[in-house]
């Protein structure tokens, strides 16, 4: 029965409706079920950014590590929220390798942007970046 429903979800999370689409995102991610990576990864390129936010977001719930490289490139969208967003999913994943990623952000003219980084830095227990980033106000 799991197994039908999970197909039927990666099957609809490619519907031409942007809130099908949405909603599939949500159910998979309430299944943390790794198999919705690659598709959820795939939803990152959506023309829609609440969809690519919520695909974001649900990427942060399952906490799988082939999410980070995706993240990545989405944490410096020109959109705040999806880079946001992205920055929140990794500090869910907490991929320790990837951390030095947020470095540059402490640096960003963006308030938000910066602080958002420093928060997550700080969180996974680098305490030295509230100090980089008062110095970069």
């Known amino acids: 029965m799991i197994k039908f429903r999970l197909s039927r979800l990666l099957k609809k999370i ?9 909603k599939c995102a949500k159910k998979l991610g309430k299944s943390r079920d790794v198999r919705a990576v690659g598709p959820l990864i795939n939803m990152l390129k959506d023309g829609e950014d609440y ?4 695909a974001i977001n649900v990427l942060g719930d399952i906490c799988d590590m082939r999410a980070v490289p995706a ?5 410096h969208d020109d959109n705040k929220d ?13 991929d320790s390798h990837t951390n030095y990623k947020f470095v540059p952000t402490l640096r960003s003219k963006d308030i938000e942007k ?3 980084a420093e928060e997550r830095l700080v969180e996974l ?9 008062k110095l970069n106000q």
């Open 14 to 22: 490619n519907s031409e409706n942007e809130k099908k689409r949405q």
């Open 51 to 54: 969809t690519r936010a919520t």
């Open 71 to 75: 993240l990545l490139e989405v944490i």
């Open 82 to 94: 999806i880079s946001v967003a992205a920055a929140l999913a990794m500090g869910k994943i907490r």
């Open 114 to 116: 910066r602080l958002m």
């Open 125 to 133: 227990g680098f305490e030295w970046a509230e100090e980089m980033g």
